[in-house]
């Protein structure tokens, strides 16, 4: 059965920084595309940063970029998300994410294309 566990979410000022990590398990991810959505109150969910696996090349959404980095731990079979530099409208929770491997940049960024989902991790920004 896969599946994948998020943990790291908290409440911190802006400004400040967290790291999201996402174990999966159940099989090998080692050909998947993973990635990190996101989805504030009364919002629709939306992309956040996406990695492909194998070669550990990552892309990010422009709101995030610069800002937050994916990685990925092959030997723990976790991702991560460091998020610096936190704003209040980053506030929402966060939820992993893995697909077979996506070579298209639009399906990479579209939600509907993956088939494995934690339950999220809650963060907030807030003084």
């Known amino acids: 059965q896969v599946q994948l566990v998020e943990s790291g979410g908290g409440v911190v000022p802006p400004g400040d920084s967290l790291r999201l990590s996402c174990t999966f398990s159940?099989?090998?991810?080692?050909?998947?595309?993973v990635g990190w959505f996101r989805r504030a109150p009364g919002k629709e969910r939306e992309f956040v940063a996406t990695?492909?696996?194998?070669?550990?090349?990552?892309s990010y959404a422009d709101s995030v970029k610069g800002r937050f980095t994916i990685s990925r731990d092959s030997a723990k079979s976790t991702i991560y998300l460091q998020m610096d530099s936190l704003r209040p409208e980053d506030a929402a929770r966060y939820y992993c994410?893995?697909?077979?491997?996506?070579?298209?940049?639009?399906?990479?960024?579209?939600?509907?294309?993956?088939?494995?989902w934690g339950q999220g991790t809650q963060v907030t920004v807030s003084s």
């Open positions: 990695l492909l696996w194998s070669v550990g090349a990552a």
């Open positions: 994410a893995g697909a077979r491997y996506l070579s298209n940049p639009g399906s990479m960024i579209d939600s509907a294309a993956y088939e494995y």
């Open positions: 159940g099989r090998s991810f080692s050909t998947y595309t």
